[in-house]
């Protein structure tokens, strides 16, 4: 896609600060990370969200998390932990399908923030949820 800024950094028109990369997917650096290390996991063909991504792409993406990026995460930055989070339409401020690996360490104090008072009764949404 012409003015997608994921595909310009793996056609290389964009510098990125890349940690692993194949002829499938490009790891980089997130330049606004919550943690130390925080990382962007991009299939290099253009697809938009969790409806247009290749089944195969995300098992692909968890196994390269799992066997190359979280080793390496734990080895060289000492991370407690990792949170693995992708955002479709509200929320995916770029539209190039990604995953954000966020390192998490047991003093970050990262937090996710929410509103209770929005919350319904967990019976209702599970009604909803099971409704046919």
Do not use: W
């Amino acid at each position: 896609m012409e003015d997608c800024l994921f595909c310009k950094i793996i056609q290389g028109e964009i510098p990125s600060k890349t940690i692993f990369e194949d002829e499938i997917v490009k790891v980089f650096m997130d330049i606004n990370p919550s943690t130390n290390g925080d990382l962007l996991v991009v299939p290099k063909k253009h697809q938009e969200n969790i409806l247009d991504v290749d089944e195969n792409f995300i098992l692909y993406a968890l196994k390269i998390t799992k066997e190359k990026i979280f080793p390496l995460l734990k080895e060289k930055l000492n991370c407690d932990g990792l949170t693995i989070v992708e955002n479709n339409f509200y929320g995916q401020d770029i539209k190039h399908f990604h995953i954000h690996l966020t390192p998490r360490y047991e003093n970050d104090e990262l937090e996710h923030h929410f509103n209770k008072n929005l919350l319904e009764d967990l019976d209702v949404i599970y009604q909803k949820l099971i409704e046919k």
